[in-house]
């Protein structure tokens, strides 16, 4: 039989650990675990935290999907004014507006619409 210092850093090496034990505590993780999953599945929406969403907003009373969500920002913008275009663009001029979007950091429409907004300033009209 190995005796070991008192004064060893590392301890017993793992192969002489008893399996028992390291399939007790498995088992102990995987209860706690279940139990956390348990718990945030009762909540509404995405349970990550309690009464957060996972972005660490509150929730709302009544959660709404995205699509529904996403539904009511274009019908706000569509009350407003803004109309929807939908355009088909050769793959040098989309990878071009991709650069352009990437390099001002946002995203197409914008720059689509800066673009636009500047060429109608150049026009004396």
């Known amino acids: 039989m190995t ?9 017993i090496p793992d192969e002489l650990n008893k399996p028992a034990t390291t399939a007790k505590q498995h088992k102990s993780v995987k209860a ?4 956390v999953v ?25 959660p709404i ?13 569509i009350a407003k004014g803004a109309k929807r275009v939908e355009i088909i663009l050769d793959k040098d001029v989309s990878q071009a507006l991709d650069r352009l979007a990437d390099h001002h950091q946002e995203p197409r429409s914008d720059v689509i619409a800066t673009l636009i907004r500047k060429a109608a300033l150049r026009l004396k009209v």
């Open 3 to 11: 005796t070991y210092k008192t004064n060893d850093l590392f301890g």
């Open 32 to 35: 706690s675990t279940a139990s």
């Open 38 to 62: 348990d718990s945030t599945a009762r909540l509404p929406g995405q349970g990550f935290l309690p009464g957060l969403s996972r972005r660490g907003r509150p929730r709302l009373a009544k």
């Open 65 to 77: 999907s995205a699509v529904e969500r996403t539904a009511e920002h274009r019908r706000k913008r």
